[in-house]
């Protein structure tokens, strides 16, 4: 049932990301909601940046008996599945609220799933889809108003075991070296009039472990063109 995970791994983790970008860059905003059920933990974060300055708030409450997307001033609500999130922050001492309509734009596309061992021990096994859309509303600063015009917007949803997720990962052998303890990962959503995708890149040391991506033409969105995955 959807009140326990298949695992009883206190790492999973089953979230939600929405940004929402003016498109000419003059201000942005990102949702984030993520729920760990096998540590009783709903939290979520808001970030508004506008001009030179970055407006932040973070919440979180006990997950249980509530399994409803809404913690504190912050709650997701999926009007039509797939295709419209409304992202609501109530006013309060916070200092900023928000009333945003996300739309999507394209279809979901699910990415390969991402999996890893070391030394024998399961370290991420996890799934995600991407997809890009638009955003309308209206965002409150304590710098002022700020209203989003056909924004363009980006989102995932990702779940299961990722590394460093609510307890410390276990020493199992010997620190890795230098060169392989870092983590490049970068995620970029794009959009014009007439196309738009998203490419992903992520580097472990000097090895590419994953690069997918794809183009969609808006007017026919269930057309993509699909970059060849990479992995070495």
Known sequence: ???HAGTSDPR?????WLACYA???SAAAQVTMGMYKNMNVLDG?????????QHNLRVSRSLRPDFEPAVGPLRVEVEVPLERHRLVVAPGEHGIA???VWSAVLPPEEEHPHFARVRGRVT?????FDQGGGVSGVIETPDGTIRADRWWGGRDHSWGVRPSVGIPEPVTGPSPAPGDAGFLFAFLFFSTRDWAGHVQLAERGDRQVYLPGLLRARSRPHVAR???RATQ
Do not use: S
């Not at 999973?12 to 939600?16: G, S």
């Not at 991420?124 to 995600?128: F, Q």
């Open 1 to 3: 049932t959807f009140d």
């Open 45 to 53: 974060g808001v970030m508004v940046l506008a001009g030179a300055r």
């Open 23 to 25: 498109t000419e860059g």
């Open 226 to 228: 699909h970059v060849p």
């Open 12 to 16: 999973f983790f089953d979230r939600w």
């Open 124 to 128: 991420e096994d996890y799934h995600r």
């Open 98 to 100: 928000l009333d945003l």
